[in-house]
Nanobody
């Protein structure tokens, strides 16, 4: 099992920055992948960024160049640094973890992830 606790959401003006944190507590196997996803009202859950245990991260097209996904394994914590925020970034942001069979890459489909945080709201105006 994996327990995920998120923090760092809030309301900011367009052009501002936020850093989201997700602390993971593992009770069995370490997850292969961690991900950040977001969901706005009336929209599908969108992959923002995913990262493997090797530290390699991939990003959704809409956030490339603006968001950075990093991890601190010693602290069992991952971060999402969000810069140049836009109103269309407004959404509930979720931290997720994947274990089970390793497909050779970290997927960006929310259905492939096994564990989820409670979500943290990001509002940009």
């Amino acid at each position: 099992d994996v327990q995920l606790v998120e923090s760092g959401g809030g309301a900011v003006m367009a052009g501002g920055s936020l850093r989201l944190s997700c602390e993971a507590t593992t009770y069995s196997h370490r997850p292969y992948c961690m991900g950040w996803f977001r969901q706005a009202p009336g929209k599908d859950r969108e992959g923002v960024a995913v990262i493997g245990n090797d530290g390699s991260a991939t990003y959704g097209d809409s956030v490339k160049g603006r968001f950075t996904f990093s991890q601190d394994n010693a602290k069992n914590t991952v971060y999402l640094q969000m810069n140049s925020l836009r109103p269309e970034d407004t959404a509930m942001y979720y931290c997720a973890a994947k274990d089970g069979l390793w497909p050779g890459y970290c997927p960006n489909d929310a259905h492939d992830y096994n564990y989820w945080g409670q979500g943290t709201q990001v509002t940009v105006s």
